[in-house]
């Protein structure tokens, strides 16, 4: 029993005294656990593949800055929204939908600067696949988004999303690094 005190002693600190360490925290863990789990499924299908330690820590930076940007997001939000009433989660969610295509391009060209990517090779890539992660993002992500503005604590709004979103994480893995999966498959023909 002390032990389950003692993790809700340190949760509780880390959520309030060190929110923005913690979400920093968050995002760059499950980027991280996302993109290796993603180049785990890629070896199954493509044994000659090496995993890609450098991949995974540029993934990893994504998250950093995806936990400080969520960090604000949400805190902005909610004190722009307070409240659970259908209006201001109403609000929230189009907000959620109107940022996505923006973040989504500043972690194409991120990721693809980090990788030593031209920047219109990153807006190529991005225009090649925003329809799907589109349709994805708003069949998905806004549902689960209702659910964490009307019954997630505040301070816990980005973990809940980094959790949920971990299957996101690895399709966003793949679909940024589909491209050499697509090399390696035709080198096999």
Request: net charge positive; hydrophobic share 45%.
């Amino acid at each position: 029993m002390k032990l389950f005190t003692r993790i809700k002693n340190i949760t509780e600190h880390l959520f309030s005294k060190h929110l923005l360490v913690t979400n920093t925290s968050l995002g760059v863990f499950f980027l991280g656990l996302g993109d290796a789990i993603q180049q785990n499924i890629e070896k199954k299908m493509y044994p000659e593949k090496v995993y890609e330690n450098r991949r995974t820590r540029h993934m990893m930076i994504s998250g950093s800055i995806f936990g400080v940007g969520g960090h604000y997001w949400y805190r902005f939000l909610d004190t722009k929204f307070p409240g659970t009433t259908v209006k201001h989660v109403g609000k929230k969610l189009l907000l959620e939908m109107a940022i996505g295509p923006p973040v989504f391009l500043g972690f194409f060209i991120t990721i693809g600067y980090l990788e030593g990517k031209p920047i219109q090779e990153s807006f190529k890539e991005f225009k090649k696949n925003i329809l799907v992660i589109l349709v994805a993002d708003w069949a998905i992500y806004a549902p689960l988004q209702a659910v964490n503005f009307f019954y997630v604590p505040p301070r816990y709004r980005l973990l809940y999303v980094c959790v949920l979103c971990l299957a996101y994480d690895i399709f966003m893995s793949y679909i940024l690094h589909k491209e050499d999966n697509l090399k390696l498959a035709s080198k096999k023909e």
